[in-house]
């Protein structure tokens, strides 16, 4: 296997663990962590891409480096909505938060 | 020596990366499952050092480790339920079943993809010599002006949109 591809299964190792967490978690900060694993494949994808193949070095890094900083954004927005919506429900609980009560 | 050495680098990142993602979305505990998750993100910036790029390395640990993981563990001790234990997620009798959906759910799309790259694999170049920070620098406020400038709007905007979400209102009714 040559390391592009090793690189890439890594990655996609990561893709898949993440949508698994993210369809099985059931508390919304669960839901956040397995979106973080699933755009650190994304970035480690990202840099393989350029590193190891003719494409432009400084675009892959630095695109790396965004999805780093939307990453950090994310997060940050995450966390006031999943603390306003846990004092509205009084759970962080994706199924009980959806249930509409009258 | 380093065609010896690399692959041997790269099974124990790759080994870090599965055992703390495996601990992400296995563990009941969310202070588990964040620990996994920083497993992984350690895992992921020395692949990043295996590939020369140890700028962006040393930026995972910063922004990542430093940061975001902060940030999850201040989201999973704020929203703890009064009755029991800082976040842990509650056994149900469905959780079989979800799991299962879950996994079919998750491996499909990436064994479809992981065809794809197999498929359609081409010849790594040998590693290309590191990038000087100045490179980076350089490409920022170049070609990459308007995503920089675009980014730091992003993260002001989730800035004043948390401090917005947050803001308690005075209670005046």
């Not at chain 1, 494949?41 to 350029?50: E, I, K, N, R």
Request: contains cysteine.
């Amino acid at each position: 296997m040559n390391p592009l591809t090793a690189y890439h299964m890594a990655a996609l190792c990561l893709l898949g663990i993440g949508l698994f967490g993210l369809l099985s978690r059931r508390t919304l900060i669960g839901m956040l962590i397995s979106v973080e694993l699933m755009l650190n494949g994304a970035g480690l994808s990202l840099v393989a891409g350029a590193r190891l193949t003719p494409a432009v070095d400084e675009l892959g890094q630095l695109g790396a480096l965004l999805v780093m900083g939307l990453a950090a954004a994310e997060a940050t927005l995450v966390l006031a909505i999943v603390l306003v919506a846990h004092k509205r429900t009084g759970t962080s609980e994706s199924d009980e938060m959806s249930l509409m009560r009258g | 020596m380093q065609t010896v050495l690399a692959p041997i680098a790269y099974g124990i990142y790759l080994v870090l990366i599965l055992a703390g993602g495996f601990l992400a979305v296995r563990s009941p505990s969310l202070v588990r499952a964040l620990l996994g998750l920083i497993t992984t993100l350690f895992g992921v910036a020395g692949m990043y050092l295996l590939m020369a790029a140890p700028f962006l390395a040393l930026m995972q640990i910063l922004i990542y480790v430093g940061a975001v993981s902060v940030l999850i563990f201040f989201a999973i001790m704020l929203t703890r339920d009064p009755r029991g234990e800082a976040g842990r997620e509650a056994r149900s009798d469905g959780d079989r079943k979800r799991g299962l959906q879950a996994a079919v759910c998750g491996l499909l799309p990436a064994v479809v993809l992981g065809s794809f790259i197999w498929k359609h694999r081409i010849a790594a170049l040998p590693l290309k010599a590191e990038v000087g920070l100045d490179k980076l620098g350089e490409t920022l406020i170049g070609p990459y002006a308007l995503a920089f400038e675009l980014i730091s709007v992003v993260l002001v905007a989730a800035m004043i949109g948390a401090v917005v979400l947050s803001f308690e209102r005075r209670k005046s009714r």
